[in-house]
Nanobody
Framework: QVQLVESGGGLVQAGGSLRLSCLVSGSIFSGFAVGWYRQAPGKQRELVAH???????DYADSVRGRFTVSRDNAKNTVYLQMSSLKPEDTSVYYCKGRYETFARPYDYWGQGTQVTVSS
């Protein structure tokens, strides 16, 4: 059974940094693409960063230049390094793993981790 577990959230002052981790277990991690999403109260969940199984990254405009996504296949973990944090970055952050098969993709979500940025 595939499981994704996020960690590293917390309370930080504006301008500070946090590093989130997403540990993937139960499958072949190197075959997964992973996206980091966030959802603030009353808002839709949005994709903020993505990394393919080959390590190609992409970012939402709102975080580009401040957030960096990376992966360590030896540790089955994807990281989201967040710097220059702003109060508007306050959200629950989720990771989603996608595993492509010939027939269809399979998506798996973590439980989320809260990030709160104080002004």
């Amino acid at each position: 059974q595939v499981q994704l577990v996020e960690s590293g959230g917390g309370l930080v002052q504006a301008g500070g940094s946090l590093r989130l981790s997403c540990l993937v277990s139960g499958s072949i991690f190197s075959g997964f693409a992973v996206g980091w999403y966030r959802q603030a109260p009353g808002k839709q969940r949005e994709l903020v960063a993505h990394i393919t199984s080959g390590g190609i990254t992409d970012y939402a405009d709102s975080v580009r230049g401040r957030f960096t996504v990376s992966r360590d296949n030896a540790k089955n973990t994807v990281y989201l390094q967040m710097s220059s944090l702003k109060p508007e970055d306050t959200s629950v952050y989720y990771c989603k793993g996608r595993y492509e098969t010939f027939a269809r993709p399979y998506d798996y979500w973590g439980q989320g981790t809260q990030v709160t940025v104080s002004s």
